[in-house]
């Protein structure tokens, strides 16, 4: 069974940085690009950035370029979102996510992930 459990979420300052991080499990991690995603209040779940695993190819939405980090640690099984001068509208709830293929076919879309952790929740406070 395809398991992602992210971790890592909280509160913070404007300015301030968090680390998430996914922890997959039930696959082959070197099989599956991993996605970020974020969701929030009323809006729609949009795709942060995805890290391939066929080439290790990072993608990032031009809100968070140069602000966020994804990475992975393939002795880990875990992929890592730093995320660094952090601002309230990165407030939301943040997802990892899999389509089950090795490279990110970026942009990334909700719609096209097949395995999706729970969520942790990120607050930026102005």
């Known amino acids: 069974e395809v398991q992602l459990v992210e971790s890592g979420g909280g509160l913070v300052q404007a300015g301030g940085s968090l680390r998430l991080s996914c922890a997959a499990s039930g696959f082959t991690f070197d099989d599956y690009a991993i996605g970020w995603f974020r969701q929030a209040p009323g809006k729609e779940r949009e795709g942060v950035s995805c890290?391939?695993?066929?080439?290790?190819?990072?993608y990032y939405a031009d809100s968070v370029k140069g602000r966020f980090t994804i990475s992975s640690d393939n002795a880990k099984n875990t992929v890592y979102l730093q995320m660094n001068s952090l601002k309230p509208e990165d407030t939301a709830v943040y997802y990892c996510a899999s389509g089950a293929i090795a490279t990110c076919l970026w942009p990334i879309y909700y719609y096209g992930m097949d395995y999706w952790g729970k969520g942790t929740l990120v607050t930026v406070s102005s």
């Open positions: 890290i391939s695993s066929s080439d290790g190819s990072t």
